[in-house]
């Protein structure tokens, strides 16, 4: 009898799955050796770093006192600021940072006791890292050099830098500039400011205006002292001195950059290109004569744009410099420019004449434009009026209450949280109390503003725009939302980017694009506060808008002779505004009315 055996193999699934566990197997021990060889390389890295500062800190101990120093620095000395080295075929960037300590065990520079020699010691901090190791950490070492008798040198001085915003407040990590080639020892160095918005430089040769210091931060203006010349004998800000046992402070400014985003356009909204432009600020570099810190020429492209960019914040004139007369601007001019924002600005432009005057009417407590003003020029013969565009939207009172859908009653609104409180100071919104408690939020919707037309948004403006700062950030916040339906099945509220994520607050005014071209008009305000003990305060908010391109609050008159004019200005509830005004050229006239 012949016996049979079988055989039975392994099916491909059962191979496949033996094969993924095993590459899981050997994955896992790969990625352990590849971590224990990272962790073992980077331990040696360390070994490396840590026996390189030592060696570097044992020379600084090694050195005099006084050669205890950054080249052309404060405190001057023989170290350079920077020094690479190689160890074991690896790369290392060395940065050294030497500062005078005024130790208050005798008194402070400026204190009580005043310390006449503020230099007591140094500190000597260096840090190094690995260039191309992909380590992201610098290693530092800090260690403090003492004199063996004396204390800074007599002859030397202080010198405090204060760097503030554009509110006043401090700006930490501001990148100082000093330079001074005439001391003795020449000082060229850079440094920042602390979070008080100051660097204090407590021992440098004593000089009458040999400091130069330009201060400068991303993203920031920038502000520094000028060195006389012809074109501007008298700078405003000029070379800082420093006296012997004595304390200089001077300050700058500097804060967000912003934008003009100009356009030139006719009465039709068509665009009209390659027209040149003078953009011209009011801060001056210097007087007797006036030099501006921004005074330059620009040139609209083939489309009738052009972006300036990196301005400092001021209020900008704009006059126009090829063959046209200026007819109108969005918004008014001069353009008030806050600091980190960018501000479209349109300007209209007509057939050019020998002689015109634009007469530009606002509200001299806001100094918002006014809308349907009538202005009358007249001289001799010449005899016109005119009224001036669509300004803005207004209110100013809500102690009416909430329940009104459409605004026709202004000192009422659509609808509110039950937070905020708008009878408790006359015309003003505030957060609600109990008991002795502000709230912490509160949120206000208004009634539908009916603008008559299609319009452009341009900014949203209220007051007061400073809020305790106990307040904290952003106290007041605002969404828009706008239709050409007098009752949408929704409003969409929306912010500066256009979307429900964002918040129009101090430094957004200018309303999104979005919403040009709608008739109807929304907006949403909350109130917020970090401490119970105050809130913030609303008492006028302001919508300013143009329809079409009409201008607001302007009315231009072209064609004119070269003489003087009378200028009558006429509003139901304003006092009549009456001026001579003597035209030559192409003039920009404002005209402020006060309320009856």
Wanted: hydrophobic content about 35%; overall charge negative.
């Amino acid at each position: 009898m012949i016996s049979k055996t079988k055989h039975k193999g392994f099916t491909l699934v059962e191979i496949v799955v033996a094969l993924g566990v095993f590459l899981l197997f050997v994955s896992g021990i790969y990625s352990g050796i590849q971590f224990v060889f990272k962790s073992v390389y980077y331990s040696r890295l360390k070994i490396l770093e840590t026996g390189i500062l030592n060696e570097q800190l044992e020379i600084i101990r090694n050195l005099p006192f006084e050669d205890v120093g950054i080249i052309n620095g404060s405190p001057s000395g023989v170290l350079e600021r920077t020094a690479t080295t190689t160890r074991n075929n690896i790369d290392f960037e060395i940065t050294r940072t030497i500062r005078n300590i005024d130790d208050p065990f005798d008194g402070t520079i400026g204190g009580a006791p005043n310390d006449l020699a503020p230099a007591d010691y140094k500190m000597a901090e260096v840090e190094i890292i690995c260039t191309n190791c992909n380590q992201t950490k610098k290693v530092s070492e800090v260690t403090y050099v003492s004199p063996k008798l004396l204390e800074g040198d007599p002859t030397h001085g202080a010198l405090f830098i204060e760097v503030f915003d554009a509110n006043g407040d401090p700006v930490s990590g501001a990148d100082v500039h000093v330079v001074a080639t005439e001391t003795d020892p020449s000082i060229d160095l850079t440094d920042t400011t602390d979070n008080d918005g100051m660097l204090k430089l407590v021992d440098l040769g004593a000089g009458i205006g040999v400091y130069n210091i330009t201060v400068s931060k991303d993203g920031y203006t920038t502000d520094q002292t000028v060195i006389p010349t012809e074109a501007n004998p008298n700078p405003t800000k000029g070379s800082a001195s420093v006296e012997a046992q004595n304390v200089t402070e001077i300050s700058f400014s500097i804060d967000h950059v912003s934008q003009l985003d100009l356009s030139t356009i006719n009465s039709a909204c068509n665009a009209v290109g390659n027209v040149g432009v003078r953009v011209m600020g009011t801060k001056l570099l210097g007087t007797d004569p006036d030099v501006l810190k921004v005074d330059e020429n620009v040139s609209t492209d083939s489309g009738g744009n052009y972006s300036l960019a990196d301005l400092e914040w001021d209020a900008y004139a704009l006059p126009i410099l090829s063959s046209y007369d200026l007819i109108g601007s969005i918004p008014i001019l001069p353009i008030s420019l806050p600091p980190g924002v960018t501000q479209p600005v349109q300007l209209l432009v007509g057939a050019n004449t020998n002689n015109s005057l634009l007469v530009n009417v606002s509200d001299n407590m806001t100094n918002q434009p006014i809308s349907n003003a009538s202005v009358r020029v007249y001289a001799g013969s010449y005899d016109q009026t005119k009224t001036t565009g669509i300004g803005f939207t207004r209110q100013t009172d809500w102690s009416g209450g909430s329940g009104q859908e459409s605004f026709v009653n202004e000192t009422k609104y659509w609808d509110d949280d039950g937070k905020v409180n708008v009878t408790g100071s006359a015309g003003s919104i505030t957060l609600k109390k109990v008991g002795q408690d502000y709230l912490s939020s509160g949120e206000l919707e208004s009634s539908t503003f009916d603008l008559g037309s299609a319009v452009n948004f341009v900014n949203l403006i209220w007051e007061p725009l400073g809020q305790p700062a106990e307040a904290g950030a952003d106290p007041v916040r605002w969404q828009i939302a706008t239709s050409n339906l007098a009752n949408p099945a929704s409003w969409d509220y929306l912010g500066p980017d256009g979307t429900t994520a964002t918040y129009y607050d101090a430094d957004d005014i200018a309303i999104n694009s979005a919403h040009n071209g709608d008739r109807y008009f929304r907006y949403k305000l909350f109130l917020s506060t970090a401490s119970d003990e105050v809130t913030p305060t609303v008492s006028d908010l302001m919508v300013t808008y143009t329809n079409a391109c009409t201008p607001p609050g302007q009315s231009y008159f072209g064609g004119l002779s070269e003489t003087d004019y009378t200028v009558e200005i006429t509003k139901t509830g304003y006092q009549i505004n009456t001026q001579t005004v003597s035209v030559s050229g192409d003039m920009v006239f404002g005209a402020e009315m006060a309320s009856e």
